[in-house]
């Protein structure tokens, strides 16, 4: 397994943000992780580049291992040693993601000079053949052009070749498409995908779009408030969810066929990180919400179809217990 | 960007015509004329009329403006009433010694300025900033002539180490380029300082961090490069700022450069020096602007663009 988490807990200040989440992701795997603003998706993203500090944050429980090797231990020498290099990150939005004052070329050149050791020629021809193959046209005048003379869509394919450039193993991409037109998203998650599939890696894709997760990812992982409601198998998860909030998170998608109006959302909204309903996070706007809801935190339970769900009445009582 | 240059230096033709009018009608409602300094104790009013219409000073004001004018058109700037000397001579004399205060004092704010504002941003809120800011504080609040009072009484007066005044070699330049530079540094590194936070707030630094890049480099050469366009725009103002600004402290230092030559001419109502005096540190300022925003095009693509 290259990348396990587990049991990770991360907090910033005094509040625990995400709370024992579990998943393992091979080589070759790519992991779609939902969930609506403030469930942790982020925060994950954050605790598996090593940027928690960042942002005030720290990993306060558990165990990120990688390659056999635990990120939430490692000395920040190390894990910056590891970043650009064999975990690569794409951030929120590509408008912002650049320096404004510096040229395209120079900004992906310093991954494979800094993590591969290559010089200023070489890196250049290789981040020249990195663009190219993302089907960036005329890559040598790209190069020299600022960010703000590219499209949303192609700043987007730059982060991806610096996240490319250090050959990474794994890439934590977090909502890649969320600031993009919707014809330049499908491009760039057909992109992601293909790359993933050519080249062997490790994608964890962090989405709020139920869409993208059924066209790119193997698996996924629900967080509801930051914690995990279920994970299991793509397919199994769109065949038969088994917790309410994943059911809820699939009716909210469009679909061929439906009467005008008949699209529904989730009622209610996330709780606040400072006010956690006691109990099963979700059962204030959950429909099954039934005895014991609101007084035990459920536990991740074993499905027969290869996940796991934390839900006292989950739907289709395919618990493998 | 030629062309953007271009016309930034054709607008200078009209600002300065109208900042000499302005010059020319604000100098002639002070009190008084340069023939007072001229006539000999008990004179008649015939030999006051005599000298008014001598220097032109009888004609009306629009008419000497247009004299005027004509002649710094033409590259004379006329001839000293008082001083009875060319006024492009006085002006040759003084200009290099407030050039090289000038000059020294921006190197030296511009300088210290930045490596504080850096120092401070880098430790916000711990003591190295803590004090940094209280000392720029103070350090912005003190008139120039009363700190190069104080320097001249510790430094010269008490220690010994440099001259009192003057301009006579290097040790002479010391203590005015601190007392001007002094001020220009706080200014500097409170803006650094505040152009360093915020750009640490910057997206972008994101996408640094997560290639691996080292904190320092990213403060360095990412947080402090954009910081420092900011920098660059209160620099530009401070450029012609730092020739007129130097006045005061000319005058403590007794130094023979355009503020005294300016204060002096004031004085003894010598229009034609303190016309042209004045031109020259509205030319400064308007210099300066424009090479800031040069500046400012060469650092920043999206400036450049936008040009």
């Known amino acids: 397994m290259l990348l396990s988490v587990k049991n990770l807990s991360v907090g910033i200040g005094t509040l625990t943000l995400l709370e024992s989440v579990s998943f393992d992701l091979a080589k070759g795997e790519i992991m779609g992780l939902v969930g609506e603003s403030g469930s942790g998706k982020s925060l994950t993203a954050l605790a598996l580049t090593g940027l928690l500090p960042l942002i005030g944050g720290r990993v306060t429980a558990g165990s990120l291992e990688f390659d056999g090797t635990d990120l939430a231990t490692l000395p920040k020498r190390k894990l910056r040693a590891l970043r650009g290099r064999r975990i690569a990150f794409i951030t929120q939005n590509p408008m912002t993601a650049l320096d404004p004052v510096q040229r395209i070329g120079p900004q992906v050149d310093f991954v494979s000079r800094t993590h591969l050791g290559l010089d200023r020629k070489e890196a250049r021809a290789r981040t020249i053949e990195l663009l190219t193959q993302l089907r960036i046209p005329q890559a040598d005048t790209i190069c020299s052009a600022y960010p703000h003379q590219l499209s949303g869509g192609m700043k987007q394919r730059i982060v991806i070749a610096m996240a490319l450039a250090g050959n990474p193993d794994l890439i934590v991409a977090d909502e890649p498409t969320t600031a993009l037109d919707v014809t330049v998203q499908a491009q760039i998650i057909h992109l992601l995908t293909r790359l993933v599939r050519e080249r062997g890696l490790a994608l964890v894709l962090i989405t709020h779009d139920m869409g993208v997760v059924a066209q790119a990812c193997d698996k996924v992982a629900v967080l509801y408030a930051g914690r995990l409601a279920e994970q299991k198998p793509v397919h199994a998860l769109f065949a038969s969810p088994q917790h309410p909030y994943s059911a809820a998170l699939i009716d909210c998608i469009p679909r061929e066929g439906m009467a005008p109006g008949s699209l529904t959302g989730i009622p209610g909204n996330v709780a606040s990180a400072t006010a956690y309903p006691a109990g099963c996070r979700f059962h204030p706007r959950c429909p099954r919400a039934g005895a014991g809801c609101d007084t035990k935190v459920p536990v991740q339970r074993g499905l027969s179809d290869a996940g796991t769900v934390a839900c006292h009445y989950p739907l289709n009582g395919a618990l493998d217990v | ?307």
């Not at chain 2, 710094?72 to 200009?95: F, K, N």
């Not at chain 2, 080292?214 to 730092?242: D, E, F, K, M």
Request: glycine letters at 10%; charged letters at 15%; one cysteine or more.
């Open chain 2, 1 to 307: 960007m030629l062309g953007y240059f271009i016309r930034r230096v054709l607008v200078l033709i009209p600002v300065s015509l109208a900042v000499s009018m302005v010059i020319f009608s604000i100098i002639h409602l002070i009190p008084g004329d340069p023939i007072d300094n001229l006539l000999k104790i008990g004179a008649g009013p015939e030999q006051r009329e005599i000298m008014t219409a001598r220097y032109g000073l009888d004609k009306p004001l629009a008419v000497q403006y247009w004299i005027w004018l004509s002649g710094v058109l033409q590259g004379d700037l006329g001839t000293a009433i008082v001083a009875r000397r060319p006024v492009a001579d006085l002006i040759a004399q003084a200009l290099p010694h407030s050039l090289a205060l000038g000059l020294c004092a921006l190197a030296f704010s511009t300088f210290f300025g930045i490596v504080l504002g850096t120092i401070a941003a880098l430790n916000r809120d711990r003591w190295p900033d803590q004090l940094i800011m209280t000392v720029v504080l103070l350090g912005s609040t003190v008139p120039g002539f009363w700190l190069g009072l104080l320097l001249i009484l510790v430094f010269s007066v008490w220690l010994g180490m440099f001259p009192v005044s003057g301009a006579r070699d290097w040790s002479a330049m010391v203590l005015p380029v601190l007392t001007v530079g002094l001020g220009g540094t706080a200014l500097v590194a409170r803006v650094t300082r505040v152009a360093m936070v915020e750009a640490g707030q910057r997206d972008f630094l994101m996408l640094l961090h997560a290639k691996g890049m080292r904190p320092a480099r990213i403060q360095l050469r990412h947080v402090l490069r954009h910081a420092l366009i900011p920098v660059v725009t209160i620099l530009s103002l401070r450029i012609g700022w730092i020739l007129g600004g130097a006045v005061t402290v000319e005058v403590v230092f007794a130094r023979p450069g355009l503020g005294t030559l300016l204060i002096k001419s004031l004085n003894q109502h010598d229009y034609p020096v303190v016309q042209a005096c004045l031109l020259i540190l509205a030319m400064a300022v308007m210099l300066g602007t424009l090479a800031g925003d040069l500046i400012q095009a060469a650092m920043d693509p999206r400036v450049r663009a936008a040009l």
